[in-house]
């Protein structure tokens, strides 16, 4: 599996230029992803992880040098717990692992995905500010869970778990497995949304502005 890396992102791992590797080609549909650092609230340092074919991403928040520098561990860690999170079976969770057993690092190329990633991480900041009273909508797997359900325009509407179940179905380890369809509605997201609302209905001066 290669993890691309942005130069944000290179220069906070300091990795030498040998450790840095560019393959001939991607063995397999999984095996490319980008890394990308960012800050949020106001200095903490987050990393957000992007997958380069359908754009399927995940947050680690508030992570401190020594955190970052693990990226591997840190890679691995966080995408099997989204994973846990999109309610994916076994099988597939089980081939996800057979990829993460070998993580290089490159350099990220594809401007596209950069534009992506940007995206992504504004609409985070958006959200962000846009409850800065609820401290709940900085809670990565909460932010995992949206932004991989919200449109992606482009190029044409489309969604990233729509997009991720795509290459899933058309993996040759996967062709006995059932994929359900992609659910645009996850419990954890809709518990998060009914009960921003209630309390906004029961504190409407504390989200003054922030719109209904």
Avoid at 4 to 13: A, I, P, Y
Avoid at 30 to 46: S, V
Avoid at 98 to 124: H, K, P, S, T
Avoid at 164 to 172: A, F, I
Wanted: net charge positive.
């Amino acid at each position: 599996m290669l993890l691309r890396c942005t130069q944000k992102f290179l220069t906070e791992l300091r990795l030498k230029k040998a450790a840095i590797i560019e393959p001939t080609a991607i063995d397999h549909p999984l095996d490319e992803w980008y890394a990308h650092i960012f800050f949020l609230y106001p200095r903490r340092k987050c990393a957000i992880f992007m997958h380069a074919q359908t754009k399927f991403c995940f947050f680690a928040y508030d992570r401190n040098r020594e955190q970052l520098n693990d990226i591997k561990g840190l890679f691995r860690k966080n995408l099997g717990r989204t994973l846990f999170d999109e309610h994916y079976p076994a099988p597939v969770i089980k081939l996800f692992n057979d990829r993460l057993e070998d993580i290089q690092v490159g350099m990220a190329q594809d401007r596209r995905v950069l534009g992506f990633i940007n995206q992504r991480v504004q609409e985070l900041k958006y959200m962000a500010d846009y409850y800065p009273q609820d401290r709940r909508v900085h809670d990565e797997m909460i932010a995992g869970l949206a932004l991989r359900r919200t449109p992606m325009v482009r190029e044409k509407l489309s969604y990233a778990v729509d997009q991720m179940r795509g290459v899933l179905l058309n993996c040759p380890e996967l062709k006995e497995v059932a994929l359900p369809p992609a659910s645009h509605k996850h419990e954890e997201l809709e518990k998060f949304f009914e009960t921003l609302h209630a309390e906004r209905r029961e504190r409407p001066n504390t989200f003054e502005g922030l719109g209904a």
